[in-house]
Structures are given as structure tokens and as C-alpha cells.
């Protein structure tokens, strides 16, 4: 019996690959399950996913060899999957680097309990940001 698309990768559930606008069966390669970290059914195949990147909606690859290396080195959980391309994980991630920078240095008014003493410019900074990303 093919559980959980054991033996072709067509039948593999499709919560694992809800993200993607197109799957290249083609590509497919088996996975080492015993790596993975899943709760219910592990992912037999990798398989290069199209997906959309909910920033710039330009379509991007995650590759058979990203998702091995995510799901059997970084033990991501199985049905996690990038919503970021390349370029805007890089602009998300500088983003929270400058606010982190921000809070730190200028004061972070939940931290202080209100009583922040705040740079006047570190507002802007942070409309800067916000505007980058509405």
C-alpha cells in the first residue's frame, strides 16, 4: 500500500506542498525520513516547488536540494515552507535587524514600561520600515 505517497511522489499529501503553484515530479528524489522531523506522515520525496513570494509576488524555486537540506540538517518541521523569495527574505531580515537596532539602542517603550527615552529620529526610522513593508 502507498501511504502518504511512499512510493510516488503524485501521491503524496498535499498540505506538504501547499504553498506551490506547480510541483516538477520529474525532479523528484527519495528523502531519509529518518532525518525529518515530522508528527503524522514524514515526506517521502523532494520535489522543486514553484511558489509566489507574498512580497513581490514574483514566482520562486525551492529546490529538491533546499528542502533537504531545511527538513534532514536544519530539522525544519515537514510541512513548513518559504512564503519569502531570496531577495525579500534579505529585505525582511535587514528590516528586523534595523528595528532590533533601533529598540536597543533608543530605548523600547514595552521594555521600559513606557518611560522610553527614545531618539526623535527613531519614529522615522521605524515609518521608513513600515512603509517598505504595508
Not at 503524485?10 to 532525518?35: G, N, T
Not at 516547488?49 to 528542502?67: G, N, P, T, V
Not at 533601533?102 to 515609518?127: C, D, E, F, V, W
Request: hydrophobic share 30%; glycine share 2%.
Amino acid at each position: 500500500m502507498d501511504w502518504f505517497g511512499k512510493l510516488d511522489p503524485r501521491k503524496m499529501p498535499a498540505h506538504l506542498f501547499w504553498r506551490a503553484k506547480s510541483l516538477d515530479y520529474e525532479s523528484a528524489v527519495p528523502a531519509d525520513i529518518a532525518e525529518q522531523s515530522y508528527s503524522v506522515c514524514p515526506r517521502f520525496w523532494y520535489i522543486d516547488a514553484r511558489i509566489q513570494c507574498i512580497d513581490c509576488d514574483e514566482d520562486f524555486l525551492f529546490s529538491k536540494e533546499e528542502q533537504k537540506f531545511w527538513y534532514e540538517n536544519l530539522k525544519f518541521w515537514i510541512d513548513s515552507f518559504p512564503k519569502r523569495c531570496k531577495r525579500c527574505q534579505k529585505a525582511e531580515k535587514k528590516m528586523r535587524l534595523e528595528i532590533n537596532y533601533i529598540q536597543n539602542n533608543y530605548g523600547n517603550p514595552k521594555k521600559t514600561g513606557g518611560n522610553s527615552t527614545a531618539h526623535p529620529r527613531s519614529n522615522l526610522s521605524l515609518r521608513i520600515c513600515s512603509c517598505m513593508y504595508p
